[in-house]
């Protein structure tokens, strides 16, 4: 199964300021997600990320706060932008390779914006 | 009403213990997943099921699709298994990744 490594795990930031959380995958994959999970909830699908061309956004993200790069099929990259407290959350990388195999995450990065 | 529910939202244990996790849902789905959250917050997939019965060590994942159901359980429960249990549910068409989320069942096993 793929291994993720998503960089930072954890940071604390300013309000006002951005964040760019990175995601690197042992292997080529078909499809990168982004979620977030604020405190006590489930995890919500922020947008997937589409290699070479702008990501595809879910109801209620737009490009402009959560900027997303794919450069290749092993990385990407999520941008928190203009920090709020209520971005605090953790916020994963997912990849799937084929619809009928299982989605694996990463471990997560947990931010809090003071 | 959620799409997909979860039960119990907690559970103790005794270690030892034999433990089972409940996840309904409401909608058609091509796979359910089981996924373990630690506390840090990474997550782990444990299974993914579009029926029967899977079996991973001490897990053990059923499902009944003419039920809309599946169950997690865990043989000889370990303080090691203390975690959040994620049910989630892809369905048909709409974007790959959305998977539907439950809310966890959080897990604490006790030495």
């Known amino acids: 199964s793929a291994v993720i490594s998503q960089k930072p795990s954890r940071d604390i930031c300013q309000r006002g300021t951005s964040l760019t959380i990175q995601c690197q995958v042992d292997s080529q994959v078909t499809m990168m997600f982004w979620y977030r999970q604020q405190p006590g909830q489930s995890l919500t699908l922020i947008a997937t990320?589409?290699?070479?061309?702008?990501?595809?956004?879910e109801s209620g993200f737009v490009i402009d706060k959560f900027p997303i790069s794919r450069p290749n099929l092993t990385f990407s990259t999520l941008t928190v932008s203009n920090m709020s407290p209520e971005d605090s959350s953790i916020y994963l990388c997912?990849?799937?390779?084929?619809?009928?195999?299982?989605?694996?995450f990463g471990d997560g990065t947990r931010l809090s914006i003071l | 009403k959620n799409e997909v529910e979860q039960s119990p939202q907690n559970l103790t244990a005794q270690e030892g213990e034999f433990i089972t996790i409940n996840c309904s849902y409401s909608?058609?789905?091509?796979?359910l997943h089981w996924l373990q959250q630690h506390p840090g917050g990474g997550i782990v997939s444990l299974f993914m099921?579009?029926?029967g019965k899977k079996k991973h060590g001490r897990l053990i994942a059923t499902i009944n699709i003419q039920e809309k159901h599946s169950s997690l359980h865990i043989t000889a429960s370990h303080p090691r298994d203390s975690a959040v249990y994620i049910c989630?549910?892809?369905?048909?068409?709409?974007?790959?990744?959305?998977?539907?989320f439950g809310k966890g069942t959080k897990l604490s096993v006790k030495p």
């Open positions: 099921l579009s029926s």
């Open positions: 997912s990849v799937l390779d084929r619809g009928n195999q299982p989605q694996h």
């Open positions: 989630a549910v892809r369905g048909y068409g709409g974007s790959q990744g959305n998977l539907i």
């Open positions: 990320a589409n290699q070479g061309s702008e990501a595809t956004y």
């Open positions: 909608v058609g789905i091509s796979a």
